[in-house]
Structure formats: C-alpha cells, structure tokens
C-alpha cells in the first residue's frame, strides 16, 4: 500500500490525536493566516427564523471521501484540503469536527439536526488548536443513521458561529458504514 499524503493520515487514533491532527492540517493548509477563506466565510448563510434548516440555503461546498490505512474520512469545505467539517472512523469511533472562526477556550454543545433526529454532543477545543471542536460517537448511535439518511441535508450548530446546513451525500454514509463493519 502506498504511503498517505493525506494531512489527516496518523495512527493510533484518539480524540485528542484526531483532533490535533485535523488541527495541524488546517493550520498548515488553511489558518496560516489565522482565518479561514473570505468566500468561506461570505458564503455562509443563516436561516430567518421562520425558515426551518431545511429551507436554509445550503453550505458552499462538496464532499471528499478518503480510504486511508486505519481511517475512512469524509471531509466537506470548498476545498476539501480545507475541511470546515468532517466525519471520521478510526479505532472504531465515529468522529464529528467542526472547524471554528475563532479559538475556543472551553467545551461547547454542537447541535446536529436531521429530519427525523435532533442531538445535542459536548465537543472540547483541541488543546493548542482551539479553532477546532470535536466529538465522538460510537458506531451504532441512531444519530449517524439520521444523518446519512436525511431528507437531503443536515445541519451542525454551535453557538456563536454560522450554522452549516450540510448535504447528506454518501461519503457520509460510507464512512459511517466502514465503522460500523
């Protein structure tokens, strides 16, 4: 098998090595400059309050799936080498991160929203790459379906950035298959 160029591509993998790895990825590829692109940041948009997340205008951007020895990803940004959010399967955990505006100093709630479910998981700052907020799931957890499965999109909210209303295309799916096989 030929070695990884993939940023992300480390093993063993932990929370915090998931973390810090996606973290030293975006700081090398995409925070160089201690913000993310201005079209990201433009781009992204907040449903009115009378709109549901469905209405909302989808997050710019596509989805990427990666086979990496160990890891499955799927990683979603305009530039998929610039992830804002990503799914990840390694050591038998699903992994959910979310890239931030601006470092974090303490654990926050990250909302995700399907049609069918709605689940508040506690996500910690990366410790020294705290623009980046993670959490786990174990394979088997009724959300991962729910978000594979959506009525086409689903949403991830933390306080104080923009929501993401994210397309349930199936690099998600297959990456939260992979864990659980």
């Known amino acids: 098998m030929k070695a990884s160029s993939h940023p ?12 810090a790895c996606l973290s030293a990825a975006l700081t090398t590829a995409a925070c160089a400059d201690d913000a993310q692109p201005d079209e990201i940041a433009t ?5 009115t309050e009378d709109e549901t997340y469905l209405d909302a205008p989808q997050t710019p951007g596509t989805w990427e799936y990666e086979d990496e020895p160990g890891e499955k990803l799927a990683l979603f940004g ?14 038998g955990v699903v992994s959910l991160g979310r890239v931030t505006q601006t ?40 959300l991962l379906d729910a978000m594979a499965i959506t009525k086409g999109r689903f949403m991830i909210d933390v306080e104080g950035e923009d929501p993401l209303y994210l397309p349930a295309w199936v690099e998600v799916s297959r990456v939260i298959e992979d864990c659980r096989g």
Request: charged share 15%; hydrophobic share 40%; with cysteine.
């Open 8 to 19: 992300f591509t480390t093993a063993p993998w932990t929370s915090a090595a998931f973390a």
């Open 78 to 91: 305009v530039n998929p080498r610039q992830p804002i959010f990503l799914v990840r399967c390694g050591d």
């Open 43 to 47: 781009a992204m948009t907040q449903a």
């Open 103 to 142: 470092p974090q100093s303490e654990t926050k709630v990250l909302n995700v929203v399907t049609e069918t479910v709605s689940s508040q998981l506690e996500a910690g700052p990366v410790p020294g790459r705290e623009i980046i907020l993670a959490a786990d799931l174990q394979p088997g957890d009724p």
